[in-house]
């Protein structure tokens, strides 16, 4: 007898079913290994961005710390010219106004530099890989020059941003002894009467002229010299006299001209609205008239006399070796500094600035106090320091923070 199964096709079904959960099962591992796959590249041009914008941190690290290194001789000779030009004006500036000039110079000469460097940098056979500098701002704070600036990786459509800023700090401007520690110490030089140097190779109408020419930018007279007319408006003139000056007329608006003589030196007139002028007498100097002057130096080896008004104004400055006689008003600005090593007469005094007299002082005082003064302290307030003392910077180390931006 024969048996017949009828399973009507679960056989089939159960095949089938056991077949669709493989497949399935194995699309899923395919597509996380894809997707794991992906996620490792994505991870790489994100790691390789980092790395190349620590690149353009690196570089650019290293342009600041050129310029920085680059620009110090300059600074410390340009600083040098401002204090030499000081002391010759007889101007007292503390240490801190020179420390501010340093980080003002250093700032402004490191942006220049930095100008000029290159900003972002292409991978040579590496398509759409890069870096790039941004946002970069030098500024100062106190006494630290700060340097901010971003840095951009890319590498395809990935993009890492780093953020850094740069400190660096100047510590100290001072004077040294020769190049070494700093010398608490100070020695102070009166006028030599040597700041404005003897001509040399002019032409022939310019030695000892019967009158001063305007085609003789300098002038040499060897001996005494007596010029009778106005000298109204000379400008960028240099006049040199071995022996004694005369000027008879007025010499108004006089400006950027110097005038050294050997003896003495008279001014028959007045000399008003000088600017720019430096006198250089080591005799006597006797004006006629009134005595004006603006951002000029005036330096008298024996006594000084004005029949008129004496006016000290906008960082002038005045000395005079022996006594001094104003007929009118002595007025000094509060920028401009006058020093008498003897007596000081004067019919009435404004004094704003300073003011630094060795003898007595006559005269109505309507403002200010004029300050007495031993031969010490007229050495100090009056002369200059010592040509041996050399400025000292020390310039900081450059300190980096950085921050990540991903």
Same mark, same amino acid.
């Given at each position: 007898?024969?048996?017949?199964?009828?399973?009507?096709g679960?056989?089939?079904?159960t095949?089938?079913?056991i077949?669709?959960?493989?497949?399935?099962?194995s699309l899923?591992?395919?597509s996380q290994?894809?997707?794991?796959? %992906?996620?490792?590249?994505?991870? &790489?041009?994100?790691?390789?961005?980092?790395?190349?914008a &620590?690149m353009?941190?690196?570089?650019?690290q290293?342009?600041v710390?050129n310029?920085?290194l680059?620009n110090?001789? !300059?600074i410390?000779s340009?600083? %040098?010219?401002?204090?030499?030009?000081d002391r010759r004006? @007889?101007?007292e %500036?503390?240490q801190?106004y020179?420390t501010?000039?340093?980080v003002?110079?250093m700032?402004?000469?490191? @942006?220049?530099?930095?100008e000029?460097?290159? =900003?972002s940098?292409t991978?040579?056979?590496?398509? #759409?890989?890069s870096?790039?500098?941004?946002? $970069?701002?030098?500024?100062?704070?106190?006494n630290? /020059?700060? /340097?901010s600036?971003?840095?951009l990786g890319?590498?395809? !459509?990935?993009?890492?941003?780093?953020?850094? &800023?740069?400190?660096i700090?100047?510590?100290d401007?001072?004077? =040294?002894?020769g190049?070494?520690?700093?010398?608490?110490? *100070?020695t102070?030089?009166?006028?030599d009467?040597?700041?404005?140097k %003897?001509?040399?190779?002019?032409?022939?109408?310019c030695?000892?002229p019967?009158?001063i020419?305007?085609?003789?930018?300098?002038i040499?007279?060897?001996?005494s010299?007596?010029?009778?007319?106005?000298h109204n408006?000379?400008e960028n003139?240099?006049?040199y *006299? =071995?022996?004694?000056?005369?000027? =008879?007329?007025?010499a108004n #608006?006089?400006?950027?001209?110097?005038i050294?003589?050997?003896?003495?030196?008279?001014?028959?007139?007045?000399? !008003?609205g000088?600017?720019?002028?430096?006198l250089e007498v080591?005799?006597?100097?006797?004006?006629?008239g009134q005595?004006?002057?603006?951002?000029?130096?005036?330096?008298?080896?024996g006594s000084?006399?004005?029949?008129?008004?004496?006016?000290?104004? +906008?960082?002038?400055?005045?000395?005079v070796g022996?006594?001094a006689?104003?007929?009118k008003h002595?007025?000094i600005?509060a920028?401009?500094?006058?020093?008498?090593?003897g007596?000081?007469?004067?019919?009435?005094?404004d004094?704003?600035?300073?003011?630094?007299?060795?003898?007595?002082v !006559?005269?109505?005082?309507?403002?200010?106090?004029?300050?007495? $003064? #031993?031969?010490t +302290?007229?050495?100090k307030?009056?002369?200059?320091?010592?040509?041996?003392?050399?400025?000292s910077?020390k310039?900081?180390?450059i300190?980096?923070?950085? &921050?990540?931006?991903?």
């Open positions: 007898m024969r048996h017949f199964k009828n399973e009507k679960y056989a089939l079904v095949v089938l079913l077949m669709v959960v493989f497949m399935v099962i899923s591992f395919m290994s894809f997707t794991s796959v %992906k996620q490792n590249k994505v991870v &790489e041009k994100n790691n390789q961005s980092v790395a190349l &620590e353009g941190v690196s570089f650019y290293l342009a710390r310029a920085y680059s110090q001789e !300059n410390v340009r600083v %040098k010219e401002m204090m030499a030009a004006n @007889r101007i %500036k503390s801190d020179y501010g000039r340093v003002s110079l700032t402004q000469a490191m @942006r220049t530099s930095l000029s460097e290159q =900003t940098l991978i040579e056979d590496r398509e #759409n890989t870096y790039s500098i941004q946002a $970069v701002n030098i500024s100062s704070q106190g630290d /020059i700060i /340097i600036f971003t840095s890319t590498q395809e !459509n990935e993009t890492s941003t780093l953020s850094a &800023e740069m400190t700090p100047i510590k401007v001072g004077l =040294t002894e190049g070494g520690e700093s010398d608490t110490s *100070t102070y030089s009166l006028p009467f040597t700041h404005i %003897k001509p040399s190779d002019l032409a022939g109408k030695k000892n019967p009158l020419y305007d085609s003789c930018s300098e040499l007279v060897d001996g010299a007596s010029f009778s007319q106005n408006q000379l003139k240099l006049i *006299t =071995t022996g004694a000056l005369q000027l =008879t007329g007025n #608006n006089m400006s950027h001209t110097q050294h003589t050997e003896g003495s030196m008279s001014l028959g007139k007045n000399m !008003n000088a600017e720019d002028i430096f080591k005799g006597a100097l006797s004006v006629g005595l004006r002057m603006d951002r000029s130096n005036v330096q008298v080896g000084m006399s004005v029949d008129g008004h004496l006016e000290v104004e +906008d960082q002038s400055f005045v000395y022996g006594s006689g104003i007929s002595l007025s600005s920028n401009s500094k006058m020093c008498v090593g007596d000081l007469n004067a019919d009435q005094l004094i704003d600035g300073k003011l630094y007299v060795k003898g007595s !006559n005269g109505k005082i309507k403002s200010g106090e004029p300050v007495k $003064v #031993n031969q +302290d007229f050495e307030y009056c002369g200059t320091l010592d040509s041996s003392k050399d400025l910077i310039w900081g180390e300190k980096n923070n950085i &921050e990540y931006s991903y």
